[in-house]
């Protein structure tokens, strides 16, 4: 026997438009079916067999294939841009519905998907974010993970932040605005995991002197061409275990890290975790008295939220904060916990956004992220009173 | 060319298949059994992609019977056919 998945959620894409078409989102799975009005009833009694004729438009689509920043919603959007429905019959409609978890036979048997994937080719178990981006990239798109890490953040001579999409938006455009405030001539700062020097260079220009490290020997090349300022880079791989005990101790005033910080809390290969009580150590170490620990880290809250609703005045749902089976940063607390643990002090809190027009990308992503940051900054110092 | 020859060729080049008999080593779910990881994976299907002149769709890889070495070699004649 058939019965409606209880994870669903079905809305007008297009109201205005096309009020003729249904998204049908399982929230979990994030699957998705556009449908005419007529296939709620088939929801509601899947087993009642019709004759009758039924619109759908296959509107699932790897979203995320545009960018961790891009529109996380895994589907066409636009109902203008569905094109014509298939027209099917009530057997293959159940069969679409299934396919998409819209319909499950069994409760239980659902439920057991939602754990990691074996392999890349495993579409049984739903696995974890990562997964799925490495399973849709390497084994179905064959592109290259590391290529597309960096088309998705910069420009293609990876020169600059890109402006067409939330990193520029949001955390390119608080940057200019944040950095200014910190960076002072001659403050001696780390920039951990700083790619091909771009935000490193920004802080070089405001006259702070810089090392970026960074493990892909392509990149730290790359940004030691174009040092400008007082900026060196070298390759530094934080996974290897000891790779900053040559840097001298006490040696920095701020240590900055960005969209990094979260694979030691959800690390991006399950039962791998890396060594976080160690790098709270090494930036202890790394600090001189009074230095100051930043990351800018995904939001825990609102960072690969569906996009829903009207792109003026989107909305989003949540499925999980706490217990973390798919998304790929920690809860607040969790982040936070074991740097106070090690003597840290909360010293600043920020949560960027971006303008809520702004003309260089997409209504909704603007909207969106101008109500919910999809960023957040830490700033932490050494408890002095107690060190 | 025949394809049971060169897949096992190709397996046995990975450090072989369990099983002694040609018949256990086709039953292998060569995934499950970690002859093949993840990022093997890749380099496998280019292989068989380059030696049988076929392309493997996204619904052929992720098909139960890419799972098991007799399903391949399967999935893999049955697109040698469709090319032909």
Redesign the interface.
Known sequence: MSQICPDILSFPESPATHPDRWVLMNVHTRQCLGAGPEVLAVLAEPDVVTTATYRVWKIWRFSHIDGLLADPSRYKRDAATWGEPERVDHATLVKMLKDQCLLIDDLEAYRARFDFKKTLLDRQRFGTYHQQLGQQLIAFERRDPSAWWLQQKFTPDLAAIRQDNLYGAVQDRFLDEWLPKRMTPGLRVLDLGCGAGTIAQKMARLGASVLGVDPNPDYIRLATERAEGDATFQVLDLNTPGALDALPAASFDCIYMSDALLFYFVPYEPGKPLDLARFIADVKRLLKPGGSFLSLEPHPVFYVQPWLGDPSRPFTVMTEYLHTHWRINPPLAVLARPFLEAGFVITGVEEPASQRDNPQVPQRDAAFASEFPVWLLLEMKLDTAQA | MNVTQTVLEFFDSRGGLPGSTQDEKLACAY??AKVI???G??DM?SHFEDSFGIRFE?DD??SEE??TVRGLISVIEKLRATAA
């Open positions: 995934l499950d990881d993840s990022m994976i890749i299907v996204a890889l992720q890419f799972q």
